[in-house]
């Protein structure tokens, strides 16, 4: 028996959420695979020094939410399908699979937060270890770890951790610093890598952290809904 009135009315409201929430886990998607593919990520997490690679702890809440907009897009056609069909059965499916989404959520959320300021002290870390093998007397490590430094300079625009590092790093050793780089230029401007890193890992992190806030939401809204219209299946096959 088909529902009536103001159940009808829910029917349609979860079958246009369950559409954006669809287009949501679309976009997801395609932001992650864009954030997986970023040339600056992609090119600083993929340099190797002393055949170790750089710190991939970034990556880690990438794939969750690549994993996550795939899904997203298998349970968003779920619910609209079982939204139009009136089917308590696909509803169901489609609350459990809403409800362990969520908990992933929460948990990449809460993972998200611990390492926010990790991510970018590991690649700090990786930086440093390579400038300070700069130094080194032989002759072939300290070419390997020159390529490494330089990559991170010219794909940053940056020289040296901080502003006066940049300057002495510049004086002493020009090759690994962007070819338009000056001493004055850096004293009276921010080149610092340190500053740079936060930029472009704290700036995609944040990304991340809104797309998920807007999930969370959608899918509460989505959990409410598909409750009402089973409980409002269920009393119309009663009656």
């Not at 009135?5 to 959420?17: D, E, P, Q, R, S």
């Not at 795939?70 to 009136?86: N, P, R, S």
């Not at 990790?118 to 390997?144: G, H, P, R, S, V």
């Amino acid at each position: 028996m088909g529902v009536e009135g103001c159940t009808k009315c829910i029917k349609y409201m979860l079958f246009v959420f369950n559409f954006v929430f669809w287009l949501a886990g679309g976009i997801i998607l395609g932001v992650a695979l864009w954030l997986r593919h970023d040339s600056q990520t992609t090119t600083l997490l993929g340099v190797t020094l002393n055949d170790s690679k750089a710190p991939n702890t970034f990556y880690v809440g990438i794939y969750i939410l690549i994993a996550v907009g795939a899904v997203m897009m298998f349970v968003g056609f779920l619910g609209c399908y079982g939204a139009i069909q009136e089917s308590q059965c696909l509803l169901g499916t489609f609350f459990t699979c809403l409800v362990i989404l969520f908990a992933c959520e929460v948990a990449a959320g809460i993972w998200g937060f611990v390492h926010k300021d990790q991510i970018a002290k590991d690649i700090k870390q990786f930086y440093d270890q390579a400038l300070l093998q700069t130094k080194e007397k032989d002759e072939n490590t300290a070419n390997k770890a020159k390529a490494v430094v330089k990559t991170f300079h010219e794909t940053l625009k940056c020289c040296g951790p901080t502003s006066l590092e940049s300057a002495v790093i510049l004086g002493m050793d020009p090759e690994v610093c962007p070819k338009d780089f000056s001493v004055l230029g850096i004293l009276k401007d921010d080149y610092s890598c340190y500053n740079k890193i936060d930029e472009l890992f704290s700036g995609k992190l944040y990304l991340i952290g809104i797309a998920a806030i807007v999930v969370a939401v959608i899918m509460i809204f989505e959990m409410i809904l598909s409750m009402v219209l089973c409980c409002g299946i269920r009393n119309s096959s009663v009656y």
